[in-house]
């Protein structure tokens, strides 16, 4: 049990005894630098249950609690705060029982199953930076979730059919003369990608003409002769045309190879992956279900709808009237379609923009009225767009900025700021591109994680760099601090110290420590790998603070010199297990 979990309990009992009253919960807080104390108990809030002078009460507690812990050696009130005095004692065996736990902060394993979805790309493009905040939030969010005990399953839906497919393949089979990644050198997604942008060039040619020769631009965007062709493409394939299929599975095996190298380099994975030609008919049978249970209702034309004016929103088409599906048709179909593939799944994760927040906010309504017990537990990980300081990027035009390019940009960056800083002295040139990479992309899943989801994020790579500050680079120079101190120390550090006096600094750094459990169960809760990132900046401070303040291996007294070896590793395992689960990993040098 840690010290709030001991508190809380004490202060409700001791209310109880003094006012023969049960109140629900306790209020903490930290205490303030300025007053005595280690963690501050808030008395107004208890008002509600016993009227009185906050100042008076407070000190009845105060009383109470000294007298009944152990931990608790003094205490002062001020207004209505409670600050409690901990022992040196309590700190120093709390910290003996997590020094040597390698899964310190992990809760145990329970039945509650999630499956996180993120990715889920097109396979007429690369992946670009709006994908790298997409998959880094799902990536660490599915770590975060196994963390507070979940069994998680990762996956993503490959957008690889419709249109937009066909657009990349007819522009290659009109301009692209058999090329193929090997023939070119390029990755496949950024081959078919560049067919994707030429498609969209020689459309808008064939719009302007259309346009010169007297005809209105929107008759002309649909008469079109390339877009005319994509679309009767888009029916061959639908018909099951054996020429265009293998074309279509050509190319979309180019791009799944070229994804899965951008996937490996940026460290994320999956462990299943679905397709929306395998998934774009699912969902129809449920349709007819809940025909017959009410859930929806047909309109003479024929289509039929969900009614959500109970919920205030506008009613929902699911089916056309022609019988054809629409993007919720199979939404909700695959959704239940999963519920089947994952064994004892008690909910969903969607890592998607926000700009289908009343997508999934349809969806989640409809499955909860298609009767499913995991609906309730479905949660749309919605976020901001990404903007760098040149601005919007679009697809069609080629002016997106490339993930590949962008992981090659950080790691030059890192190279660049290592170099005019100048600490690399004696690593081999291998050494030192590990190294690049570690800083570089550390930095870019710092960056873009610290930020609560839901903002809108302006990525600046050179101010990501940043070897000072709440940063990727700042934090993984502590680590590698840490790594230095016990390179350097020639001692066995291994004895259990059990009586010492704590300096003040030592004691402010296991109190951090304690909140890393805490943390982790928050941040599952919200779905927010920002609590960890900041949590683990909170906790580099601290220990910079610990280790300008106090002495470690330069320390006479033996039993203090092994206590602070013991707690800077552990400082240190705490941020390599927290930076795990946003995905960035640390260095042994910088």
Same mark, same amino acid.
């Given at each position: 049990m840690n010290i709030q979990s001991l508190i809380e309990a004490k202060v409700k009992e001791g209310f109880l005894s003094l /006012?023969?009253?049960?109140?629900?919960?306790?209020? &903490?807080?930290?205490?303030?630098?300025?007053f005595e104390g280690d963690i501050t108990v808030v008395v107004f809030p208890l008002l509600r249950y016993k009227k009185g002078n906050p100042v008076q009460i407070g000190n009845d507690l105060g009383n109470y609690l000294v007298e009944k812990v152990d931990e608790i050696t003094g205490f002062n009130v001020v207004k209505g705060f409670l600050n409690l005095v901990i022992s040196d004692r309590f700190y120093?065996? &709390?910290?003996?029982?997590?020094?040597?736990?390698?899964?310190?902060?992990?809760a145990e394993k329970n039945d509650d199953a999630r499956m996180v979805e993120y990715s889920s790309p097109n396979t007429n493009k690369p992946l670009h930076l709006g994908h790298v905040r997409n998959v880094l939030l799902g990536y660490s969010v599915?770590?975060?979730l196994k963390a507070a005990g979940h069994t998680v399953y990762k996956t993503q839906i490959i957008n690889d059919r419709g249109i937009h497919i066909c657009k990349s393949m007819l522009a290659w089979k009109r301009f692209g003369n058999n090329e193929t990644p090997a023939s070119t050198g390029l990755k496949g997604d950024k081959l078919v990608g560049n067919y994707y942008v030429k498609f969209d060039q020689e459309y808008k040619k064939e719009i302007s003409e259309l346009v010169e020769g007297g005809m209105s631009e929107d008759d002309a965007k649909k008469q079109a002769p390339l877009f005319l062709e994509a679309q009767e493409m888009l029916r061959k394939w639908e018909s099951g045309d054996a020429e265009t299929v293998k074309l279509w599975e050509t190319m979309n095996g180019w791009v799944y190879e070229g994804f899965d190298v951008? /996937?490996?380099n940026i460290g994320v994975d999956f462990d299943k992956l679905y397709y929306e030609s395998n998934t774009y008919l699912l969902g129809k049978d449920?349709?007819?279900?809940?025909?017959?249970?009410?859930? &929806?209702?047909k309109k003479e034309d024929g289509s039929v709808w969900c009614s959500l004016k109970e919920d205030k929103l506008d009613d929902k088409l699911v089916l056309r009237s022609d019988g054809t599906a629409v993007y919720m048709t199979q939404d909700i179909g695959t959704a239940i379609q999963r519920a089947n593939d994952f064994s004892g799944l008690n909910g969903m994760v969607y890592t998607v923009g926000n700009e289908q927040d009343h997508h999934f906010k349809v969806l989640f309504l409809i499955l909860k009225k298609l009767g499913y017990s995991w609906a309730d537990q479905l949660y749309h990980l919605s976020y901001g767009m !990404?903007?760098?300081?040149?601005?919007?990027?679009k697809s069609r035009e080629g002016t997106v900025v490339d993930a590949d390019d962008l992981m090659d940009e950080m790691t030059n960056t890192a190279r660049e700021i290592s170099q005019e800083l100048g600490k690399l002295e004696g690593y081999s040139d291998e050494e030192k591109e590990k190294l690049y990479n570690i800083i570089g992309?550390?930095?870019?899943?710092? &960056?873009?994680?610290?930020?609560?989801?839901?903002?809108?994020?302006l990525f600046d790579p050179k101010a990501s760099v940043d070897f000072q500050g709440n940063s990727g680079p700042f934090i993984q120079m502590a680590y590698a601090r840490v790594q230095s101190i016990l390179r350097k120390t020639t001692f066995d550090?291994?004895? !259990?110290?059990?009586d010492i006096e704590l300096h003040e600094k030592e004691k402010e750094l296991i109190k951090q420590l304690e909140l890393y459990p805490e943390v982790i169960q928050q941040a599952a809760k919200n779905y927010s790998p920002a609590l960890i990132a900041n949590y683990t900046f909170d906790l580099v401070k601290e220990f910079n603070s610990f280790y300008q303040n106090v002495s470690i291996l330069g320390e006479e007294n033996e039993d203090k010199k092994i206590f602070r070896v013991q707690l800077a590793k552990k400082v240190a395992d705490t941020i390599e297990s927290a930076f795990k689960l946003l995905g960035i990993n640390v260095p042994e040098r910088m």
């Amino acid at each position: 049990m840690n010290i709030q979990s001991l508190i809380e309990a004490k202060v409700k009992e001791g209310f109880l005894s003094l /006012y023969e009253t049960e109140i629900p919960s306790v209020e &903490f807080q930290a205490t303030r630098k300025d007053f005595e104390g280690d963690i501050t108990v808030v008395v107004f809030p208890l008002l509600r249950y016993k009227k009185g002078n906050p100042v008076q009460i407070g000190n009845d507690l105060g009383n109470y609690l000294v007298e009944k812990v152990d931990e608790i050696t003094g205490f002062n009130v001020v207004k209505g705060f409670l600050n409690l005095v901990i022992s040196d004692r309590f700190y120093i065996n &709390f910290f003996n029982t997590i020094a040597a736990n390698d899964t310190y902060g992990f809760a145990e394993k329970n039945d509650d199953a999630r499956m996180v979805e993120y990715s889920s790309p097109n396979t007429n493009k690369p992946l670009h930076l709006g994908h790298v905040r997409n998959v880094l939030l799902g990536y660490s969010v599915s770590e975060i979730l196994k963390a507070a005990g979940h069994t998680v399953y990762k996956t993503q839906i490959i957008n690889d059919r419709g249109i937009h497919i066909c657009k990349s393949m007819l522009a290659w089979k009109r301009f692209g003369n058999n090329e193929t990644p090997a023939s070119t050198g390029l990755k496949g997604d950024k081959l078919v990608g560049n067919y994707y942008v030429k498609f969209d060039q020689e459309y808008k040619k064939e719009i302007s003409e259309l346009v010169e020769g007297g005809m209105s631009e929107d008759d002309a965007k649909k008469q079109a002769p390339l877009f005319l062709e994509a679309q009767e493409m888009l029916r061959k394939w639908e018909s099951g045309d054996a020429e265009t299929v293998k074309l279509w599975e050509t190319m979309n095996g180019w791009v799944y190879e070229g994804f899965d190298v951008t /996937y490996k380099n940026i460290g994320v994975d999956f462990d299943k992956l679905y397709y929306e030609s395998n998934t774009y008919l699912l969902g129809k049978d449920i349709i007819e279900e809940g025909l017959k249970n009410n859930v &929806f209702y047909k309109k003479e034309d024929g289509s039929v709808w969900c009614s959500l004016k109970e919920d205030k929103l506008d009613d929902k088409l699911v089916l056309r009237s022609d019988g054809t599906a629409v993007y919720m048709t199979q939404d909700i179909g695959t959704a239940i379609q999963r519920a089947n593939d994952f064994s004892g799944l008690n909910g969903m994760v969607y890592t998607v923009g926000n700009e289908q927040d009343h997508h999934f906010k349809v969806l989640f309504l409809i499955l909860k009225k298609l009767g499913y017990s995991w609906a309730d537990q479905l949660y749309h990980l919605s976020y901001g767009m !990404v903007d760098l300081p040149s601005g919007k990027m679009k697809s069609r035009e080629g002016t997106v900025v490339d993930a590949d390019d962008l992981m090659d940009e950080m790691t030059n960056t890192a190279r660049e700021i290592s170099q005019e800083l100048g600490k690399l002295e004696g690593y081999s040139d291998e050494e030192k591109e590990k190294l690049y990479n570690i800083i570089g992309l550390g930095a870019l899943k710092y &960056f873009i994680l610290k930020v609560d989801p839901k903002k809108r994020i302006l990525f600046d790579p050179k101010a990501s760099v940043d070897f000072q500050g709440n940063s990727g680079p700042f934090i993984q120079m502590a680590y590698a601090r840490v790594q230095s101190i016990l390179r350097k120390t020639t001692f066995d550090y291994s004895k !259990v110290i059990t009586d010492i006096e704590l300096h003040e600094k030592e004691k402010e750094l296991i109190k951090q420590l304690e909140l890393y459990p805490e943390v982790i169960q928050q941040a599952a809760k919200n779905y927010s790998p920002a609590l960890i990132a900041n949590y683990t900046f909170d906790l580099v401070k601290e220990f910079n603070s610990f280790y300008q303040n106090v002495s470690i291996l330069g320390e006479e007294n033996e039993d203090k010199k092994i206590f602070r070896v013991q707690l800077a590793k552990k400082v240190a395992d705490t941020i390599e297990s927290a930076f795990k689960l946003l995905g960035i990993n640390v260095p042994e040098r910088m």
